[in-house]
Structures are given as C-alpha cells and as structure tokens.
C-alpha cells in the first residue's frame, strides 16, 4: 500500500510558475515509475510527465520546454517544475506511482492559471 500527498497548487497569473511535490509514504526507489497526471473539467485524464526507475522522463508535447519532472528518492518525493504557466494548464493534477501490477493515485492539487 502506498500513499502519495500532493502539494502545491494554487492560483498563478499566466507565465507565473508552480511547484507541485508528491510526497509517498514509503520508498520510491523500486517504483517502476512515478509521473503527473491532470485533469481539466470535462476532460479525460492526460499524462503530464514521467520518471522511470531508470531515470526516463516522458513529457507531453504541450508541457515540453516548460515543465520539468525529477525526484529525490531520499525524500520520497516527486516534483513537478512548472514555468511559463498558461490559462490551458488550468487543471486538477494528480500524482502517480506505477508498482507492478498497480497504479496508486494522490487526492490531487488544483492549479489555476488566471489570463
């Protein structure tokens, strides 16, 4: 059993920055992976970006260049660097941890990007 506390969100003018955290409650050093995921209202849930256990990172094409993934596995935490923030970010965003086998989810962060 794992669980996994987001942080961060909030209410950012356009081209302002946030920095989510994914904290788990167990070590994250043997997670096949561990990503962001959002959604928006009336909208499916869409990969933001991913970190395998090897270290590769995955992105959306519509957050390349301006998010960034990493992890501190002697924290347990996952982040989630975003810059250049835009009103199309608007979404709740979720973090995730890939075991085998199963996926396990965080409650999620609102982020808010005002135009």
């Known amino acids: 059993q794992v669980q996994l506390v987001e942080s961060g969100g909030g209410l950012v003018q356009a081209g302002g920055s946030l920095r989510l955290s994914c904290a788990a409650s167990?070590?994250?050093?043997?997670?096949?992976?561990m990503g962001w995921y959002r959604q928006a209202p009336g909208k499916e849930r869409e990969l933001v970006a991913r970190?395998?256990?090897?270290?590769?990172?995955t992105y959306a094409d519509s957050v390349k260049g301006r998010f960034t993934i990493s992890r501190d596995n002697a924290k347990n935490t996952v982040y989630l660097q975003m810059n250049s923030l835009k009103a199309e970010d608007t979404a709740v965003y979720h973090c995730?941890?890939?075991?085998?086998?199963?996926?396990?989810w965080g409650q999620g962060t609102q982020v808010t990007v005002s135009s």
């Open positions: 995730n941890a890939r075991l085998p086998g199963y996926d396990y």
């Open positions: 167990r070590s994250i050093f043997s997670f096949n992976a």
């Open positions: 970190i395998n256990s090897g270290g590769s990172i």
